[in-house]
């Protein structure tokens, strides 16, 4: 594989776009806002016009796409990857989409002689950035393992799950446990400043001890300095947290905390706050 498409250049496909680019890879870029991906084609990357233009000369294509609609038709769509994919091309889907469309798409890949894995990430923008992404992935382990050479260029936790889905399962788990994680890091913060601390200084405290966690780490400092740009949009974490609750559901099963951050997170929606970082969440915290 040297011939790599990748469509979707957001917050993180574009630094995990320029990952391959850096690695010597010929990239064939493609998202819907042409402007978004000037700069990575002033470093090489080559430009194309539609999804069935980057299909019909990769021999592998990464999505990173907003929701499971975009997938769709993207993988689906007329000029999608699926009908215009040469034969043996690896459709490699990290955007956070649903269980039951990674099957999908597997079993339609298969059809058509195309090998397909689910393969979203965690690590937000940092992560993107540095190359230091945490990749869940399902799929056949034989295409797994074909494929990472590109996963090791974007990031360094990189773990094969099960068949397909099991990628996309391992990622609600993810969301899940942020989802009321964040509460406690908002909570935490909006306590200490409350009783007079230097909130600063017990984060310093706390970070290292049991309470430590990546979002109390790297977002709990963005929220004291009043910094809510976004490594990862708030209106895609609530579109992530509908998504594991439909699954939770399916599977009779009751998570109660993660309905309390949706609920929370819709609230902040409300106010304007869509496009934002999660760690926006503080601002509830802080207007209460």
Known sequence: MRTIGF????????????HLLKAGYSLLVYTRTKEKAVDLLQEGAIWKDTVADVAKEA????TMVGDPHDVEEVYFG????IAHAREGTYL????????????QIYEAAKERSLFALDAPVSGGDI???EG????????????????YPLFSCMGTNIVWQGKAGAGQHTKMCNQIAIATNMIGVCEALAYAQRTGLDAKRVLETISTGAAGSWSLTHLAPRMLAGD???????????????IALAEAEALQLNLPGLALAKKLYEQLAERGEEKSGTQALYKLYVEW
């Open 78 to 81: 007329a000029s999608g990857l």
């Open 7 to 18: 469509i979707g250049l957001g917050v993180m496909g574009k630094s995990m776009a320029r």
């Open 132 to 147: 230091k992404l945490t990749i869940m992935v399902g799929g056949d382990e034989e295409a797994f393992h074909a494929c």
């Open 127 to 129: 992560g993107a950035r």
């Open 59 to 62: 021999d592998a294509v990464i």
């Open 92 to 103: 490699i889907d990290m955007t956070t989409s649903k269980p039951s469309l990674a099957v």
């Open 228 to 242: 809510f740009s976004p490594g990862f949009y708030v209106k895609h974490f609530i579109k992530d947290m509908g």
